[in-house]
Protein backbone atom coordinates (compact mmCIF):
# COMPACT_ATOMS: atom_id res chain seq x y z
CA UNK A 1 0.00 0.00 0.00
CA UNK A 2 2.32 2.61 1.12
CA UNK A 3 4.54 1.50 -2.27
CA UNK A 4 1.82 2.44 -4.49
CA UNK A 5 1.13 5.90 -2.35
CA UNK A 6 4.29 6.38 -2.90
CA UNK A 7 4.28 5.56 -6.73
CA UNK A 8 1.01 7.94 -7.12
CA UNK A 9 2.83 11.26 -5.24
CA UNK A 10 5.98 10.58 -7.55
CA UNK A 11 3.70 10.47 -10.98
CA UNK A 12 1.44 13.71 -9.86
CA UNK A 13 4.61 15.43 -8.82
CA UNK A 14 6.01 14.68 -11.98
CA UNK A 15 3.73 15.57 -14.34
CA UNK A 16 3.29 18.81 -11.95
CA UNK A 17 7.01 19.61 -13.02
CA UNK A 18 6.38 18.52 -17.13
CA UNK A 19 3.42 21.04 -17.33
CA UNK A 20 5.20 23.91 -15.87
CA UNK A 21 8.45 23.53 -18.32
CA UNK A 22 8.22 25.66 -21.23
CA UNK A 23 6.41 28.06 -19.81
CA UNK A 24 7.73 31.65 -20.45
CA UNK A 25 8.93 33.34 -17.75
CA UNK A 26 7.10 36.95 -18.37
CA UNK A 27 9.56 38.90 -16.08
CA UNK A 28 12.29 38.68 -18.44
CA UNK A 29 10.07 41.28 -20.87
CA UNK A 30 11.68 43.83 -18.27
CA UNK A 31 14.78 42.58 -17.34
CA UNK A 32 15.56 42.38 -21.17
CA UNK A 33 14.13 46.21 -21.47
CA UNK A 34 10.69 44.95 -23.25
CA UNK A 35 9.20 46.57 -20.57
CA UNK A 36 8.21 49.21 -19.93
CA UNK A 37 11.10 50.57 -22.73
CA UNK A 38 9.15 48.93 -26.09
CA UNK A 39 5.84 47.68 -24.45
CA UNK A 40 3.88 49.89 -21.61
CA UNK A 41 2.84 46.00 -20.18
CA UNK A 42 3.98 42.38 -19.70
CA UNK A 43 1.64 39.71 -21.45
CA UNK A 44 -0.36 37.77 -19.70
CA UNK A 45 -0.21 34.55 -21.75
CA UNK A 46 2.58 32.97 -23.76
CA UNK A 47 2.66 32.35 -27.22
CA UNK A 48 4.63 28.99 -28.32
CA UNK A 49 7.02 29.34 -30.99
CA UNK A 50 8.54 26.29 -32.76
CA UNK A 51 11.45 27.01 -35.59
CA UNK A 52 11.77 22.82 -37.17
CA UNK A 53 10.46 21.59 -34.41
CA UNK A 54 12.38 23.45 -32.09
CA UNK A 55 10.29 24.53 -29.47
CA UNK A 56 11.40 28.49 -28.33
CA UNK A 57 12.16 28.93 -24.53
CA UNK A 58 11.28 32.72 -24.01
CA UNK A 59 14.28 34.77 -24.13
CA UNK A 60 16.45 32.15 -25.58
CA UNK A 61 18.83 32.66 -28.21
CA UNK A 62 19.11 31.04 -31.69
CA UNK A 63 20.87 31.22 -34.95
CA UNK A 64 20.01 33.12 -37.21
CA UNK A 65 19.66 29.58 -39.56
CA UNK A 66 16.89 28.21 -37.43
CA UNK A 67 15.12 30.95 -38.30
CA UNK A 68 15.44 31.03 -41.83
CA UNK A 69 11.78 29.82 -41.97
CA UNK A 70 8.07 30.77 -40.63
CA UNK A 71 7.18 29.27 -37.50
CA UNK A 72 4.72 27.16 -36.24
CA UNK A 73 2.81 29.60 -33.33
CA UNK A 74 0.36 28.35 -30.63
CA UNK A 75 -1.41 30.69 -28.69
CA UNK A 76 -4.28 29.54 -26.23
CA UNK A 77 -6.74 31.19 -23.40
CA UNK A 78 -7.81 33.25 -25.69
CA UNK A 79 -11.48 34.84 -26.59
CA UNK A 80 -12.56 32.30 -29.76
CA UNK A 81 -15.03 34.98 -30.61
CA UNK A 82 -12.44 37.86 -31.13
CA UNK A 83 -10.24 38.82 -33.98
CA UNK A 84 -6.24 38.89 -33.05
CA UNK A 85 -3.12 40.86 -34.54
CA UNK A 86 -0.30 39.21 -34.26
CA UNK A 87 2.92 41.36 -34.80
CA UNK A 88 6.97 40.10 -34.92
CA UNK A 89 9.28 43.09 -34.80
CA UNK A 90 13.15 43.23 -34.17
CA UNK A 91 13.55 46.52 -31.54
CA UNK A 92 17.84 46.13 -31.79
CA UNK A 93 18.36 46.80 -35.59
CA UNK A 94 20.75 47.13 -37.02
CA UNK A 95 22.67 46.55 -33.79
CA UNK A 96 21.43 46.95 -30.41
CA UNK A 97 23.98 49.55 -29.52
CA UNK A 98 22.70 52.08 -32.42
CA UNK A 99 19.62 50.95 -33.01
CA UNK A 100 18.52 53.82 -35.60
CA UNK A 101 16.23 50.97 -37.92
CA UNK A 102 14.39 50.01 -35.04
CA UNK A 103 11.45 48.74 -35.03
CA UNK A 104 12.08 46.75 -38.14
CA UNK A 105 8.68 44.92 -39.35
CA UNK A 106 9.37 41.01 -39.63
CA UNK A 107 5.51 39.85 -40.01
CA UNK A 108 1.92 40.90 -38.81
CA UNK A 109 -0.65 38.96 -39.34
CA UNK A 110 -4.41 40.24 -38.49
CA UNK A 111 -7.74 38.99 -38.39
CA UNK A 112 -6.90 35.81 -36.64
CA UNK A 113 -9.92 34.18 -35.06
CA UNK A 114 -9.30 33.21 -31.91
CA UNK A 115 -6.44 31.06 -31.52
CA UNK A 116 -6.20 29.94 -35.22
CA UNK A 117 -3.38 31.25 -36.13
CA UNK A 118 -3.51 29.83 -39.59
CA UNK A 119 -6.50 31.80 -40.65
CA UNK A 120 -5.09 34.91 -39.85
CA UNK A 121 -4.25 37.30 -43.06
CA UNK A 122 -1.21 38.27 -44.03
CA UNK A 123 -0.20 42.04 -43.71
CA UNK A 124 3.65 41.76 -43.66
CA UNK A 125 5.07 38.53 -45.18
CA UNK A 126 7.78 36.72 -42.63
CA UNK A 127 11.15 37.65 -42.86
CA UNK A 128 13.30 35.83 -40.89
CA UNK A 129 15.82 37.31 -38.76
CA UNK A 130 19.02 38.94 -40.24
CA UNK A 131 21.41 40.35 -37.81
CA UNK A 132 24.34 42.10 -39.34
CA UNK A 133 27.88 40.14 -38.96
CA UNK A 134 29.56 40.98 -35.85
CA UNK A 135 26.66 42.46 -34.17
CA UNK A 136 25.69 41.63 -30.83
CA UNK A 137 22.59 39.14 -30.30
CA UNK A 138 19.54 41.18 -31.28
CA UNK A 139 16.11 40.21 -29.50
CA UNK A 140 12.75 39.20 -31.50
CA UNK A 141 9.57 40.21 -30.31
CA UNK A 142 6.55 38.18 -30.63
CA UNK A 143 3.16 40.09 -29.34
CA UNK A 144 -0.70 38.79 -29.92
CA UNK A 145 -3.27 41.83 -29.45
CA UNK A 146 -6.99 41.42 -29.39
CA UNK A 147 -8.82 43.78 -32.13
CA UNK A 148 -11.57 45.69 -30.74
CA UNK A 149 -14.19 44.84 -33.01
CA UNK A 150 -15.41 41.60 -35.28
CA UNK A 151 -14.57 43.68 -38.65
CA UNK A 152 -11.87 42.52 -40.27
CA UNK A 153 -8.80 45.18 -40.86
CA UNK A 154 -7.49 43.90 -43.84
CA UNK A 155 -4.59 46.14 -44.29
CA UNK A 156 -1.09 45.40 -46.22
CA UNK A 157 2.14 47.04 -45.57
CA UNK A 158 4.75 47.82 -48.37
CA UNK A 159 7.37 44.77 -47.59
CA UNK A 160 10.35 46.69 -48.96
CA UNK A 161 9.65 48.95 -45.88
CA UNK A 162 10.31 47.23 -43.13
CA UNK A 163 12.02 49.67 -40.65
CA UNK A 164 10.58 51.91 -38.45
CA UNK A 165 7.42 50.26 -37.71
CA UNK A 166 5.76 52.36 -35.08
CA UNK A 167 4.89 49.43 -32.93
CA UNK A 168 2.97 52.29 -30.75
CA UNK A 169 1.29 54.16 -33.43
CA UNK A 170 0.19 50.49 -35.22
CA UNK A 171 -1.39 49.26 -31.86
CA UNK A 172 -2.87 52.82 -31.16
CA UNK A 173 -4.38 53.59 -34.39
CA UNK A 174 -6.13 50.26 -34.42
CA UNK A 175 -7.36 50.38 -30.50
CA UNK A 176 -5.73 47.23 -30.19
CA UNK A 177 -5.88 45.70 -26.65
CA UNK A 178 -2.96 44.18 -25.29
CA UNK A 179 -0.57 42.74 -25.31
CA UNK A 180 -2.27 39.42 -24.30
CA UNK A 181 0.04 37.28 -25.36
CA UNK A 182 3.97 37.28 -25.98
CA UNK A 183 7.20 35.70 -26.34
CA UNK A 184 10.70 36.80 -27.24
CA UNK A 185 14.10 35.46 -28.41
CA UNK A 186 17.83 36.52 -29.35
CA UNK A 187 19.11 35.95 -32.55
CA UNK A 188 22.95 36.48 -33.88
CA UNK A 189 24.19 35.92 -37.34
CA UNK A 190 26.17 32.95 -38.39
Request: charged letters at 25%; proline letters at 8%; a negative charge.
Amino acid sequence: MAFKLVHWIFVISSLCISSLQGKCDFEKFREKGIVPNIIPDVPDKEIKVEYTEIPLECGEELLQNVTRYQPALTFTGLNEDKLHTLIMFDPDAPNPENPHLANYRHWVLEDIPGNNFYEGYTVSSYKGPDPPPNSDAHRYIFLVYQQPKSKKLRETFDDDKRAHFKIKTFVNKRNLIGPLAGNFMYVRHL
